[in-house]
Every structure is written in structure tokens, then in C-alpha cells.
């Protein structure tokens, strides 16, 4: 039976990139593990750096990524105001730096990412990636650095444990999909929005697709065994969760519940 996942879902890294370098916010919680991952990428001393992920609105974590400039540019992985809630004052703060998502909603100073959208800074190339499933506007980040790749997956794929599919916005036939692309990026490390860094993005998705598919299967038990409505799965499926994280696990139950065709009151 499938408990609840505190763990890895693949190998730590051993060590981050030269290029890479991780500033974690001070808003650890239930939600957000030891608190949100800023990474700050640079392909050389001096060049301008590629911010991902500003994380809240706390002065003394902005002004550690300010201290990491000169910053050529801005992204963000989705909008949930963990990951975004400092991105204005940062880029008041940076004179004219773009903000740039794929949601118009997050973008500051230029357009909208889309599909595979290449991003050239100063010997640093960055490709968006859409992995919708957590929120509807979730995208990943393929980063290289010469010969050296990295993937950034916002709440995707996390370093620790498993996201939370944010029903309705988020939708778990999407996530499952995401998760098949990512399994083909094979010892790529993860540079996740939270928690460590992961030796292999393949490994993880892969791991987290067994995983969502056990969860799947004891659902389809619960409502065979009379469960109807999601606070009822959750406390059936969900019973090794801390209480206080059942209104999150209710989200991902909602998405499952509705990939399986299981009408909800």
C-alpha cells in the first residue's frame, strides 16, 4: 500500500553546478518544505545572471539576489505566491529587468514565455518546457552551460516528498503527461522549487508516476468501498497524512476523483 511520500524521489545531487547558485527563502512550512527555492544562474563570473523563481516578498531575500547581480533576466516557473510574490519589488529593484512566465499575469517588462521558448544570456541557454498539472501555468526549465544541462521544475517535481495537484487550476491528467515528458530527461539533475537538488530528472518522474498511479488505485478502492466525496477518500486513502495537510491532500483528491469520472456533490 502506497503511504504518504516524505522522501527523495530520486538521488540527491552531489554537488550543484559551478553555475549554479541556490538562495532559499526563509518561508519554510508544511507546504513549502525548508522554503522556496531562488536559483540564480551564471555562465561566467561578471555576466549577467538568469533569476528563476523570486520567491515571497521578503526584503532580506531579495536583497541577497540583488547582491547576486548584474541579472539579465527574470522567469518563473508558476504562479503561486511562494514563487512570485517577489517578483515586482525585485524588478523595481533591477531597472528595468524583465519578469518573464508563461501566465501574462506574472510577466513584468516583455512578453509571455511559450513552448520552447529559447533564452540566450550571456553563454547561459534556456528552454521553457510546458509541464501543466500542478497549476495550469506550470512550466519547467531546461538550462546548459556548454556540455552541462539542468532541469528547474518549480512544485513538479519537488526534492523531497510530492506536490499537490491544485484542483481545479491543476489538473492530474496534465500532470501525469508532464511527468511522461520529464522521464525522457535522463540524468539531467533537478534544481526543484523546493527541498535538494536531484542527481536525475528521468529517475524522479519516473518514481513519481508510480507513485501517482498506486494513489490512483486506492482511490478507485475507496469509492468502490463506498467512499463519495473527497474529505471521505481522503480519510481513507490519506490516513497516514498529518491532519493539518488534509485540505491540501482534499486538492489532489478533487483532480483524481475527476480524471477517474467520479462525479462529486
Same mark, same amino acid.
Given at each position: 500500500?502506497?503511504?504518504?511520500?516524505?522522501?527523495?524521489?530520486?538521488?540527491?545531487?552531489?554537488?550543484?553546478?559551478?553555475?549554479?547558485?541556490?538562495?532559499?527563502?526563509?518561508? $519554510?512550512?508544511?507546504?513549502?518544505?525548508?522554503?522556496?527555492?531562488?536559483?540564480?544562474?551564471?555562465?561566467?563570473?561578471?555576466? $549577467?545572471?538568469?533569476?528563476?523563481?523570486?520567491?515571497?516578498?521578503?526584503?532580506?531575500?531579495?536583497?541577497?539576489?540583488?547582491?547576486?547581480? $548584474?541579472?539579465?533576466?527574470?522567469?518563473?516557473?508558476?504562479?503561486?505566491?511562494?514563487?512570485?510574490?517577489?517578483?515586482?519589488?525585485?524588478?523595481?529593484? @533591477?531597472?528595468?529587468? $524583465?519578469?518573464?512566465?508563461?501566465?501574462?499575469?506574472?510577466?513584468?517588462?516583455?512578453?509571455?514565455?511559450?513552448?520552447?521558448?529559447?533564452?540566450?544570456?550571456?553563454? *547561459?541557454?534556456?528552454? *521553457?518546457?510546458?509541464?501543466?498539472?500542478?497549476?495550469?501555468?506550470?512550466?519547467?526549465?531546461?538550462?546548459?552551460?556548454?556540455?552541462?544541462?539542468?532541469?528547474?521544475?518549480?512544485?513538479?517535481?519537488?526534492?523531497?516528498?510530492?506536490?499537490?495537484?491544485?484542483?481545479?487550476?491543476?489538473?492530474?491528467?496534465? %500532470?501525469?503527461?508532464?511527468?511522461?515528458?520529464?522521464?525522457? %530527461?535522463?540524468?539531467?539533475?533537478? @534544481?526543484?522549487?523546493?527541498?535538494?537538488? *536531484?542527481?536525475?530528472?528521468?529517475?524522479?518522474?519516473?518514481? %513519481?508516476?508510480?507513485?501517482?498511479?498506486?494513489?490512483?488505485?486506492?482511490?478507485?478502492?475507496?469509492?468502490?468501498?463506498?467512499?463519495?466525496?473527497?474529505?471521505?477518500v481522503v480519510?481513507?486513502? %490519506?490516513?497516514?497524512?498529518?491532519?493539518?495537510?488534509?485540505?491540501?491532500?482534499?486538492?489532489?483528491?478533487?483532480?483524481? *476523483?475527476e480524471h477517474?469520472?467520479?462525479?462529486?456533490?
Open positions: 500500500m502506497t503511504g504518504h511520500l516524505t522522501v527523495p524521489a530520486a538521488a540527491l545531487a552531489d554537488a550543484l553546478p559551478e553555475w549554479v547558485t541556490l538562495l532559499r527563502a526563509p518561508n $519554510p512550512g508544511p507546504m513549502t518544505l525548508d522554503g522556496t527555492n531562488t536559483w540564480v544562474l551564471r555562465a561566467a563570473p561578471g555576466a $549577467p545572471a538568469v533569476v528563476v523563481d523570486p520567491g515571497p516578498a521578503d526584503e532580506g531575500h531579495l536583497d541577497r539576489i540583488v547582491a547576486h547581480g $548584474p541579472i539579465g533576466a527574470v522567469l518563473i516557473t508558476h504562479g503561486h505566491p511562494d514563487h512570485t510574490e517577489g517578483a515586482a519589488p525585485l524588478a523595481g529593484r @533591477l531597472d528595468g529587468v $524583465p519578469v518573464r512566465a508563461a501566465d501574462p499575469a506574472h510577466t513584468i517588462g516583455g512578453d509571455p514565455l511559450t513552448d520552447g521558448y529559447p533564452l540566450d544570456v550571456a553563454g *547561459l541557454g534556456i528552454r *521553457l518546457v510546458p509541464t501543466p498539472g500542478h497549476t495550469g501555468d506550470s512550466v519547467c526549465f531546461l538550462a546548459r552551460r556548454g556540455d552541462e544541462q539542468v532541469v528547474l521544475t518549480g512544485d513538479t517535481i519537488l526534492g523531497r516528498g510530492t506536490t499537490v495537484v491544485a484542483h481545479p487550476d491543476g489538473h492530474l491528467g496534465d %500532470y501525469l503527461a508532464s511527468l511522461e515528458l520529464l522521464t525522457t %530527461y535522463r540524468g539531467i539533475p533537478v @534544481l526543484p522549487g523546493h527541498g535538494p537538488a *536531484l542527481a536525475d530528472c528521468g529517475a524522479a518522474a519516473e518514481f %513519481y508516476l508510480a507513485h501517482r498511479r498506486a494513489r490512483l488505485d486506492q482511490v478507485r478502492a475507496a469509492v468502490a468501498a463506498g467512499a463519495r466525496t473527497a474529505a471521505e480519510a481513507a486513502v %490519506y490516513a497516514d497524512v498529518d491532519r493539518s495537510l488534509w485540505w491540501a491532500a482534499e486538492w489532489s483528491v478533487r483532480a483524481q *476523483l477517474l469520472g467520479v462525479e462529486q456533490p
